[in-house]
């Protein structure tokens, strides 16, 4: 997906122009489409384990080959509560 380089997130270090950049062809969209239901399911399961997802930010992307990603910005708290559910599930 094409970043605005204006963007409040944007930092000149490690600027990588085929992160911002559209490459003719690449379907962004079905990555994009991709990362917006993998973002539902993950804070749906979070919410489903009693994790408090109202601060959670999770925002659908793409790689500059189309692949979809999520990308998440969570207080310590649900990061600490999060980590705690998954050594739970690892360990069953």
Same mark, same amino acid.
């Given at each position: 997906?094409?970043? +605005?380089?204006? +963007?409040?997130? %944007?930092?000149? *270090?490690?600027? +990588?122009?085929?992160?911002?950049?559209?490459?003719?062809?690449?379907?962004?969209?079905?990555?994009? #489409?991709?990362?917006?239901?993998? &973002?539902?399911? !993950?804070?749906? &399961?979070? /919410? *489903?384990?009693?994790?408090?997802?109202?601060?959670? *930010? $999770? #925002?659908?992307?793409?790689? $500059? +080959?189309?692949?979809?990603?999520?990308? !998440?910005? !969570?207080?310590?708290? /649900?990061? #600490?509560? %999060?980590?705690?559910?998954?050594? #739970?599930?690892?360990?069953?």
């Amino acid at each position: 997906m094409q970043h +605005d380089p204006m +963007d409040p997130d %944007f930092s000149s *270090e490690g600027l +990588d122009p085929d992160g911002w950049v559209w490459v003719r062809g690449v379907d962004y969209v079905a990555g994009w #489409r991709s990362a917006t239901d993998a &973002a539902a399911e !993950l804070m749906a &399961a979070l /919410a *489903e384990t009693g994790i408090v997802t109202s601060e959670i *930010e $999770s #925002r659908p992307d793409t790689t $500059s +080959d189309g692949a979809g990603v999520v990308r !998440l910005a !969570l207080p310590v708290e /649900a990061a #600490r509560a %999060f980590a705690a559910v998954a050594r #739970r599930g690892a360990r069953s």
